[in-house]
């Protein structure tokens, strides 16, 4: 077999109250999970604990007695409601001794800005016995690393770019040889144009018997509010060998989907519509109505998209249209804004004047008023006017935010299939 054996399993404790209040979220523990993953280790819990001593002690006796890591971060700070080191130290029966070496480490880190260090700071420096002191190169509060009863614990600092270079680094390194360097690969296929449920119809019976397969390949189908994301991953001690199993997994999945694959390599389809364009040495312009400027934001959130955006014009009103774009009143008049010739007048608009390749025109009902039941909410009519032109109508569901999010990933998705001369059929494409 190579598939590698039972997963180390581990708990992950963020300490902070200010993670229970509305304004802040634990990240730490995704960066952990990360790393953690990547070792083969499986998060099997993890918890957000307050300042409070009772709370995080029942929390850590969970944690210890069931899993196999344990990495708490936060509470490591000088203030007395930082309680994590105190906490650790009392549940394991470990005494709290200064380390002189940390209080030297840390006597510097003051001086170097020429001030004294608080005396308050001095518990950053109080290690309980056995532990080992992790360097932080960011900060003020040194990780600690112990190992009780065969459990391995990390206590790492808050701030997550203090805590990110010591769990990436020091901690890692510690884990390896626990994790009997196990590797857990992965793949992300990013899909477009299908519904989850239709995904998993199509690739369901083909990623199924991958489970029982060596090494064994689980597969995980996510809806991220933009695409469909398959997520591949498997756990082996020949990276090889894995890499193998992933790829040919991956082809069968591209030979099930098609012209529905965005990307192999996790790559969104506002990048790969850039790269796309970047290939061909074309420029893009877009007129966007009822997405607002959506379109136009996801191309030039990718860093170097001024290759290839020359310009958007938002043209929300009838009137916009027409000065702006050059459609015809007329065609507003015997179509109705939200129409595809509208649309296709858009594109063709906004190509030609701005003397670029590709245009793209939206135009659409974005909600809650404004649908009919000709034009129902979510409507959404595009072209794309390249060196051929393409209409559709869509009807995407939900509420505003999030009729637009669609339209916006579909258009960029059609100008996809456009470049690619693939078939622009889509679960969304409504029928008229
Ligand atoms: P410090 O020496 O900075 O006090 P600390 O270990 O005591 O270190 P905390 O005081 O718990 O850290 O947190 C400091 C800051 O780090 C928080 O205000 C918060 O912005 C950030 N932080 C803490 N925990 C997390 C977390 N789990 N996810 C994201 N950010 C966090």
């Not at 790393?35 to 009772?54: P, S, T, Y």
Request: glycine fraction near 10%.
């Amino acid at each position: 077999m190579s598939t590698a054996g039972t997963p180390l399993r581990a708990a992950i404790i963020a300490v902070g109250s200010e993670m229970l209040t509305p304004t802040r979220v634990d990240t730490n523990s995704l960066t952990v999970t990360e790393v953690l993953n990547g070792l083969g280790i499986d998060v099997a819990f993890k918890a957000v604990a307050g300042d409070h001593r009772a709370d995080l002690d029942a929390l850590l006796g969970h944690a210890i007695a069931r899993y196999d890591v344990v990495i708490l971060t936060g509470g490591l700070g000088p203030t007395a409601d930082d309680v994590t080191r105190d906490v650790v130290a009392s549940h394991l029966g470990l005494p709290l001794l200064e380390d002189a070496d940390v209080l030297a480490r840390l006597e510097q880190r003051f001086a170097a800005r020429g001030v004294r260090m608080p005396d308050v700071n001095r518990r950053q420096a109080m290690v309980p016995s056995g532990a080992a002191v992790l360097g932080n190169p960011n900060g003020t509060a040194p990780g600690l690393w112990i190992e009780h009863r065969g459990k391995a614990i990390a206590l790492l600092p808050g701030p997550p770019r203090e805590m990110k270079p010591m769990m990436a680094g020091e901690v890692r390194e510690r884990l390896l040889p626990r994790s009997g360097h196990v590797r857990l690969l992965r793949r992300v296929i990013v899909i477009a144009g299908r519904t989850e449920s239709r995904v998993e119809e199509i690739t369901q019976p083909t990623y199924a018997s991958w489970l029982g397969a060596d090494p064994a390949i689980e597969t995980t189908i996510l809806a991220t509010g933009r695409h469909i994301e398959l997520h591949l991953s498997t756990r082996v001690m020949d990276p090889a060998a894995g890499a193998r199993a992933l790829d040919e997994a991956v082809a069968q999945i591209v030979a099930l989907l098609g012209p529905d694959i965005v990307s192999c390599d996790g790559r969104g389809i506002e990048q790969v519509v850039g790269d796309a364009l970047r290939q061909r040495g074309w420029r893009i312009a877009c007129a966007e109505s009822c997405t607002g400027g959506l379109v136009t934001s996801m191309l030039t959130d990718v860093a170097g998209s001024s290759e290839y955006v020359e310009r958007s014009i938002i043209a929300y009103s009838n009137r916009a249209k027409v000065e702006l774009l050059g459609v015809a009143e007329s065609a507003i008049a015997q179509h109705g804004a939200v129409s595809e010739p509208v649309a296709l007048a858009m594109a063709m608009g906004v190509r030609d004047g701005a003397g670029v390749d590709v245009g793209v025109g939206i135009t659409g009902i974005a909600g809650p008023g404004g649908g009919s039941d000709a034009r129902p909410v979510g409507t959404v009519c595009m072209a794309v006017a390249a060196d051929r032109v393409h209409t559709r109508t869509f009807r995407f569901p939900g509420g505003r935010s999030t009729v637009k999010t669609f339209a916006a990933v579909t258009a960029l998705d059609l100008v996809r299939r456009v470049l690619n001369d693939l078939s622009i059929e889509t679960d969304w494409a409504r029928r008229r």
